[in-house]
């Protein structure tokens, strides 16, 4: 190709296909969830894979197809993640700029896998070199998989209902699988898209349009072709559709009470605030709202995050004056099990009992922060603690490294980590419900599809989520959660009771479908029967076998890369 050629070819530029590109991947996070924009993600990931194109064929330097490539994943942090900085600004643009950072790995793999192994290894690598990344972001320290591919079908469960077999990252790879479908259908030669003319080398873009009867002639090929892509969109979402029209809620029935106490966390929930509301006033608000929606049939009330929150030492709790009057309370309420939100305080007896995120002080010596979950099946039962296990990073969990780092920054929430818990809890059935078996699931970690389908393999009938949504203010961040528990209840087909400290309060059945749903930023509570299935999905009892394949398949792919490249460059030197 001429230099002419190289700077005169048709088409947008590299920067706007970057901008263009980040615009399409915003389309699952919308500020208000809407299945109208989800099919945009099918053509996402084009504009990446012509920029990168474009810029290979010019011979440009790494670092600017670098800057460009950054500047795609930035500007899509930034649009569906920016509500962060509500609960800290540090912290926001730090999940921002690092992520987007974090997402260029896959794709400088993808990279030099096509210059090592050629084109046709390098594209199909590319989205196994991506779902491999998404498995790697569920586990690790600084783990933010808000934008996981699959996740952004939150807004449309009735296209994917088949994520009981695949979870969410077959969501993923479903996306990968037709944008390459259509930028490999863009491709073919005299499409009106672009030109190109064949060489020793391959397809080269020119400047020299076909002629106009070669284009007339190559109107139905592409359109043919176009039909690959279009069958590869259609057929899932058939077969979804065909998956739901045939499902029926599974297991036996009880009414649940989910409460919203409606508690300003940045004004009232929390002490020093300029209008705090004192625990015992809250309290009287919580027990309040759950008598006014008792009816004799009720078997279950869930509290919202923290809703207990002072904190509460373990070793004492029975001793509380507010757990005796929780209990006070079930007394007069026979056959009611509550499950809460609780911050609590474990102590450790030394130094070598403590764990690795317990913190020390002269009066209390070692001891660890716990959000947690506590559950009274009745009002003698001991109380079961939960320890929410998947931390937001920044805020609930720091890197042993970055502790010193980030000491002097107010990331929203206290500094270093809290503690948790390595195995799911499933709280007991109450005596009067056998079938009644509760998984807690705190917050943000409704956003794990693999965390949450361990709780049915532990036993679990019902998703009881309790979360402080108020946290991110009136903004895309509390819709977006809402919309993830849908996700959640199609992979592991159970229904979900959802309590917000304020935000969004209901249910959500089996089908990931919103049954019920109180309004944001009032105090209310909401009543439902739930089903209680015991059967477990094909997802849950084998897991993310998408993710840990792609890990398998992505060092091989990297290893094969890595010594062909050496190996090469010995017989050439």
Same mark, same amino acid.
């Given at each position: 190709?001429?230099?002419?050629?190289?700077?005169?070819?048709?088409?947008?530029?590299?920067?706007?296909?970057?901008?263009?590109?980040?615009?399409?991947?915003?389309?699952?996070?919308?500020?208000?969830?809407?299945?109208?924009?989800?099919?945009?993600?099918?053509?996402?990931?084009?504009?990446?894979?012509?920029?990168?194109?474009?810029?290979?064929?010019?011979?440009?330097?790494?670092?600017?197809?670098?800057?460009?490539?950054?500047?795609?994943?930035?500007?899509?942090?930034?649009?569906?993640?920016?509500?962060?900085?509500?609960?800290?600004?540090?912290?926001?643009?730090?999940?921002?700029?690092?992520?987007?950072?974090?997402?260029?790995?896959?794709?400088?793999?993808?990279?030099?896998? *096509?210059?090592?192994?050629?084109?046709?290894?390098?594209?199909?690598?590319?989205?196994?070199?991506?779902?491999?990344?998404?498995?790697?972001?569920?586990?690790?320290?600084?783990?933010?998989?808000?934008?996981?591919?699959?996740?952004?079908?939150?807004?449309?469960?009735?296209? $994917?209902?088949?994520?009981?077999?695949?979870?969410?990252?077959?969501?993923?790879?479903?996306?990968? !699988?037709?944008?390459?479908?259509?930028?490999?259908?863009?491709?073919?030669?005299? @499409?009106?898209?672009?030109?190109?003319?064949?060489?020793?080398?391959?397809?080269?873009?020119?400047?020299?349009?076909?002629?106009?009867?070669?284009?007339?002639?190559?109107?139905? *090929?592409?359109?043919?072709?176009?039909?690959?892509?279009?069958?590869?969109?259609?057929?899932?979402?058939?077969?979804?559709?065909?998956?739901?029209?045939?499902?029926?809620? *599974?297991?036996?029935?009880?009414?649940?009470?989910?409460?919203?106490?409606?508690?300003?966390?940045?004004?009232?929930?929390?002490?020093?605030?300029?209008?705090?509301?004192?625990?015992?006033?809250?309290?009287?608000?919580?027990?309040?709202?759950?008598?006014?929606?008792?009816?004799?049939?009720?078997?279950?009330?869930?509290?919202?995050?923290?809703?207990?929150?002072?904190?509460?030492?373990?070793?004492?709790?029975?001793?509380?004056? *507010?757990?005796?009057?929780?209990?006070?309370?079930?007394?007069?309420?026979?056959?009611?099990?509550?499950?809460?939100?609780?911050?609590?305080?474990? @102590?450790?007896?030394?130094?070598?009992?403590?764990?690795?995120?317990?913190?020390?002080?002269?009066?209390?010596?070692?001891?660890?922060?716990?959000?947690?979950?506590?559950?009274?099946?009745?009002?003698?039962?001991?109380? $079961?603690?939960?320890?929410?296990?998947?931390?937001?990073?920044? $805020?609930?969990?720091?890197?042993?490294?970055?502790?010193?780092?980030?000491?002097?920054?107010?990331?929203?929430?206290?500094?270093?980590?809290?503690?948790?818990?390595?195995?799911?809890?499933?709280?007991?059935?109450?005596?009067?419900?056998?079938?009644?078996?509760? !998984?807690?699931?705190?917050?943000?970690?409704?956003?794990?599809?693999?965390?949450?389908?361990?709780?049915?393999?532990?036993?679990?009938?019902?998703?009881?989520?309790?979360?402080?949504? !108020?946290?991110?203010?009136?903004?895309?961040?509390?819709?977006?959660?809402?919309?993830?528990?849908?996700?959640?209840?199609?992979?592991?087909?159970?229904?979900?009771?959802? @309590?917000?400290?304020?935000?969004?309060?209901?249910?959500?059945?089996?089908?990931?479908?919103?049954?019920?749903?109180?309004?944001?930023?009032?105090?209310?509570?909401?009543?439902?029967?739930?089903?209680?299935?015991?059967?477990?999905?094909?997802?849950?009892?084998?897991?993310?076998?998408?993710?840990?394949?792609?890990?398998?398949?992505?060092?091989?792919?990297?290893?094969?890369?890595?010594?062909?490249?050496?190996?090469?460059?010995?017989?050439?030197?």
């Amino acid at each position: 190709m001429s230099s002419t050629e190289k700077t005169s070819q048709p088409g947008l530029r590299p920067a706007a296909l970057a901008v263009l590109g980040g615009l399409l991947l915003c389309a699952g996070w919308m500020p208000w969830p809407t299945v109208l924009t989800v099919p945009l993600l099918f053509v996402a990931w084009v504009p990446y894979l012509l920029l990168e194109r474009r810029l290979t064929l010019l011979g440009a330097r790494k670092g600017r197809v670098f800057a460009h490539t950054y500047l795609m994943l930035l500007l899509w942090n930034a649009l569906t993640t920016w509500w962060v900085s509500y609960a800290s600004l540090p912290a926001g643009i730090a999940a921002v700029v690092l992520n987007a950072l974090l997402m260029c790995l896959p794709l400088m793999a993808f990279r030099q896998t *096509k210059k090592r192994l050629g084109y046709r290894w390098g594209y199909a690598l590319l989205p196994v070199y991506w779902i491999a990344f998404e498995q790697l972001h569920l586990h690790w320290d600084i783990t933010w998989p808000w934008l996981t591919l699959g996740n952004g079908f939150a807004a449309a469960p009735a296209w $994917v209902q088949w994520y009981e077999y695949t979870g969410f990252l077959g969501g993923s790879a479903w996306v990968w !699988a037709v944008n390459l479908l259509v930028f490999t259908t863009m491709l073919k030669p005299r @499409s009106p898209l672009a030109f190109y003319e064949r060489t020793a080398t391959g397809l080269v873009e020119t400047t020299t349009p076909a002629s106009p009867s070669g284009l007339a002639r190559s109107d139905v *090929k592409v359109r043919s072709s176009f039909a690959l892509p279009v069958l590869a969109i259609v057929l899932p979402i058939g077969i979804s559709y065909l998956i739901g029209a045939t499902y029926q809620e *599974k297991g036996p029935t009880e009414e649940v009470v989910v409460v919203q106490p409606n508690f300003d966390p940045y004004v009232e929930k929390f002490e020093g605030g300029p209008k705090f509301i004192p625990y015992e006033e809250q309290l009287t608000r919580l027990l309040a709202l759950s008598e006014q929606h008792l009816t004799p049939a009720t078997k279950l009330i869930i509290w919202p995050e923290t809703a207990l929150e002072e904190p509460y030492w373990e070793n004492t709790l029975e001793s509380n004056p *507010k757990i005796r009057r929780i209990r006070e309370w079930l007394t007069r309420h026979p056959g009611v099990a509550l499950l809460t939100g609780i911050t609590t305080l474990g @102590s450790y007896p030394n130094k070598e009992a403590a764990s690795e995120t317990a913190r020390y002080r002269d009066d209390l010596g070692y001891y660890d922060f716990f959000n947690s979950g506590a559950y009274f099946a009745d009002a003698s039962a001991r109380v $079961v603690l939960y320890h929410k296990s998947r931390l937001v990073p920044g $805020v609930e969990k720091v890197p042993p490294l970055l502790v010193s780092l980030v000491s002097h920054i107010d990331l929203g929430g206290t500094v270093g980590s809290v503690g948790s818990q390595p195995e799911r809890t499933v709280y007991p059935a109450p005596a009067n419900a056998p079938a009644l078996r509760v !998984a807690p699931v705190i917050c943000y970690e409704s956003i794990y599809g693999d965390f949450v389908n361990e709780y049915p393999r532990n036993g679990a009938t019902l998703l009881g989520l309790f979360t402080n949504d !108020a946290w991110w203010h009136d903004s895309p961040g509390y819709r977006q959660l809402l919309s993830y528990g849908q996700l959640r209840c199609i992979e592991t087909r159970r229904d979900l009771a959802r @309590s917000a400290n304020t935000g969004f309060t209901g249910f959500i059945n089996q089908k990931g479908e919103i049954t019920q749903r109180e309004p944001a930023w009032v105090p209310t509570a909401s009543r439902a029967t739930v089903h209680l299935n015991d059967e477990v999905t094909f997802y849950a009892r084998y897991g993310e076998l998408i993710g840990r394949g792609a890990q398998l398949l992505a060092v091989l792919g990297l290893l094969v890369a890595v010594v062909l490249g050496w190996t090469r460059k010995v017989s050439q030197g």
